[in-house]
């Protein structure tokens, strides 16, 4: 029997990340940068207001908000044509305001010593300005307005450059696009990126007994549920899914509809007839393609499953159980790493922590187990507890609403046979919940 750690580590070395291509941005958020973005242009590409208000001349509001002197008759303010309420109370510095500015504008417009331009967030600072005076610090004024604090240079002002120079890196290569990326490419004008794409996953449902749920099984017939569950996990778990749906045991038959899958996918996984002379009659159907090995991985539920790279492209292929429960447990230890590493995710696998036992869990000998658990946290000491879904303390019952209900799988150890309640155990995060 192979260890979880030793049959993951063979499916984790066929990872290869599928030849770059160039997508628009708007399609490149999740993905892996294949190229370094060099900005061609600054950014801003003006100097701008950075905030609604005043553009000004920060020497002619430098007495703005100073106390006026005990002797008014003392009062030195250059040229500068200020209010003074009393002897001792913060001066307003008086400028007429000689136009208006909105973002987008393309009238240059020119600013003349001890005058105000009104300006909007992102529009073009005027001709001298070199600071803008926040409307807050005003009294809004339309033809003269009143500044009641004065402003450094530079201050409110996002200048020509400030965030991006021209030759600078946007986006690094091996980077993942997030929002943040795809936004700055958008402000530097890069409207399409490389990227790595999606790996391209087919699901293949093997099965005579099997029929689509659109529909009546007939006698001894039941609805195909994994090739539609697999297919969910596999765009959960980032990839491009082709659902080809029911695939019939006839071996030539079968042979061609997983060859024709081999052109158009990075993975492919085919569900049921494993175990025993089924699951030989799939790998031998295979054989033309390459080798299917079907081997007892130390892991419950879903111990016995299948794995090869077949076709000319060395395709990781897997064969995994008949049971929904059991399908889905064993795509998420072995396929959705092997996906998350194909997208350049730097951490593969699902988000762990440690979480106290609220009730006894019993497990097999010799085997992780992967039991469906219900996570929740202790709101006065903030420490994680879980459960076993389920009657049975194994949470081993295939039962896929039971499946349904979990938010974590309860990870215990292949050398535990028991844990007790209050016992420290690891689990693994499933997929937020809304």
Same mark, same amino acid.
């Given at each position: 029997?192979?260890?979880?750690?030793?049959?993951?580590?063979?499916?984790?070395?066929?990872?290869?990340?599928?030849?770059?291509?160039?997508?628009?941005?708007?399609?490149?958020?999740?993905?892996?940068?294949?190229?370094? =973005?060099?900005?061609?242009?600054?950014?801003?590409?003006? #100097?701008?207001?950075?905030?609604?208000?005043?553009?000004?001349?920060?020497?002619?509001?430098?007495?703005?908000?100073?106390?006026?002197?005990?002797?008014? /008759?003392?009062?030195?303010?250059?040229?500068?044509?200020?209010?003074?309420?009393?002897?001792?109370?913060?001066?307003?510095?008086?400028?007429?305001?000689?136009?208006?500015?909105?973002?987008?504008?393309?009238?240059?417009?020119?600013?003349?010593?001890?005058?105000?331009?009104?300006?909007?967030?992102?529009?073009?600072?005027?001709?001298?300005?070199?600071?803008?005076?926040?409307?807050?610090?005003?009294?809004?004024?339309?033809?003269?307005?009143?500044?009641?604090?004065?402003? #450094?240079? $530079?201050?409110?002002?996002?200048?020509?450059?400030?965030? =991006?120079?021209?030759?600078?890196?946007?986006?690094?290569?091996?980077?993942?696009?997030?929002?943040?990326?795809?936004?700055?490419?958008?402000?530097?004008?890069?409207?399409?990126?490389?990227?790595?794409?999606?790996?391209?996953?087919?699901?293949?449902?093997?099965? /005579?007994?099997?029929?689509?749920? #659109?529909?009546?099984?007939?006698?001894?017939?039941?609805?195909?549920?994994?090739?539609?569950?697999?297919?969910?996990?596999?765009?959960?778990?980032?990839?491009?899914? /082709?659902?080809?749906?029911?695939?019939?045991?006839?071996?030539?038959?079968?042979?061609?509809?997983?060859?024709?899958?081999?052109?158009?996918?990075?993975?492919?996984?085919?569900?049921?007839?494993?175990?025993?002379?089924?699951?030989?009659?799939?790998?031998?159907?295979?054989?033309?393609?390459?080798?299917?090995?079907?081997?007892?991985?130390?892991?419950?539920?879903?111990?016995?499953? $299948?794995?090869?790279?077949?076709?000319?492209?060395?395709?990781?292929?897997?064969?995994?159980?008949?049971?929904?429960?059991?399908?889905?447990?064993?795509?998420?230890?072995? =396929?959705?790493?092997?996906?998350?590493?194909?997208?350049?995710?730097?951490?593969?696998?699902?988000?762990?922590?440690?979480?106290?036992?609220?009730?006894?869990? =019993?497990?097999?000998?010799?085997?992780?187990?992967?039991?469906?658990?219900?996570?929740?946290? #202790?709101?006065?000491?903030?420490?994680?507890?879980?459960?076993?879904? $389920?009657?049975?303390?194994?949470?081993?019952?295939?039962?896929?609403?039971?499946?349904?209900?979990?938010?974590?799988?309860?990870?215990?150890?292949?050398?535990?046979?028991?844990?007790?309640?209050?016992?420290?155990?690891?689990?693994?995060?499933?997929?937020?919940?809304?």
């Amino acid at each position: 029997m192979r260890s979880v750690e030793d049959h993951l580590a063979l499916i984790t070395s066929a990872a290869v990340m599928p030849r770059p291509v160039k997508v628009a941005i708007s399609e490149a958020q999740g993905l892996l940068c294949a190229e370094e =973005v060099v900005t061609q242009r600054p950014l801003p590409g003006f #100097d701008q207001a950075a905030v609604d208000g005043y553009a000004v001349r920060a020497v002619d509001v430098i007495a703005a908000g100073e106390k006026a002197p005990d002797d008014l /008759n003392d009062l030195d303010v250059g040229d500068a044509d200020v209010d003074v309420d009393a002897a001792g109370e913060p001066m307003m510095v008086k400028l007429p305001v000689v136009g208006e500015v909105e973002p987008g504008s393309r009238t240059p417009t020119r600013l003349q010593p001890r005058q105000a331009v009104r300006v909007e967030t992102g529009a073009p600072l005027p001709t001298l300005a070199d600071a803008v005076v926040p409307l807050r610090w005003t009294d809004g004024g339309v033809q003269t307005v009143r500044v009641g604090q004065a402003v #450094d240079s $530079g201050s409110y002002v996002r200048r020509i450059g400030d965030d =991006v120079q021209p030759g600078d890196v946007a986006v690094r290569e091996g980077m993942i696009i997030g929002p943040a990326q795809v936004g700055l490419l958008a402000a530097v004008g890069q409207a399409r990126v490389l990227v790595h794409p999606r790996p391209r996953l087919s699901v293949i449902a093997i099965g /005579n007994e099997l029929v689509d749920v #659109d529909r009546v099984p007939g006698p001894g017939q039941v609805y195909d549920v994994n090739s539609y569950a697999l297919a969910a996990a596999g765009r959960d778990a980032g990839a491009d899914v /082709n659902r080809v749906g029911i695939a019939e045991r006839e071996l030539s038959r079968l042979r061609e509809v997983v060859e024709a899958q081999m052109i158009r996918s990075e993975i492919v996984v085919l569900c049921g007839a494993v175990g025993g002379a089924a699951s030989r009659a799939v790998a031998d159907a295979l054989t033309e393609l390459g080798e299917l090995e079907i081997v007892r991985v130390a892991m419950h539920p879903g111990s016995v499953q $299948g794995f090869g790279r077949l076709g000319r492209d060395d395709v990781p292929t897997f064969l995994l159980p008949a049971n929904p429960v059991s399908a889905l447990v064993s795509f998420e230890v072995m =396929v959705r790493p092997l996906i998350r590493l194909t997208l350049g995710k730097r951490q593969p696998m699902r988000r762990m922590i440690k979480a106290r036992t609220i009730g006894p869990i =019993v497990s097999v000998e010799g085997r992780t187990g992967y039991l469906r658990g219900q996570l929740m946290r #202790d709101e006065r000491t903030g420490e994680y507890l879980v459960q076993v879904i $389920g009657a049975s303390p194994t949470g081993t019952s295939h039962l896929l609403a039971e499946l349904a209900e979990a938010n974590c799988l309860i990870v215990v150890k292949p050398d535990v046979e028991e844990l007790r309640t209050g016992d420290e155990v690891d689990v693994m995060f499933l997929a937020q919940r809304g």
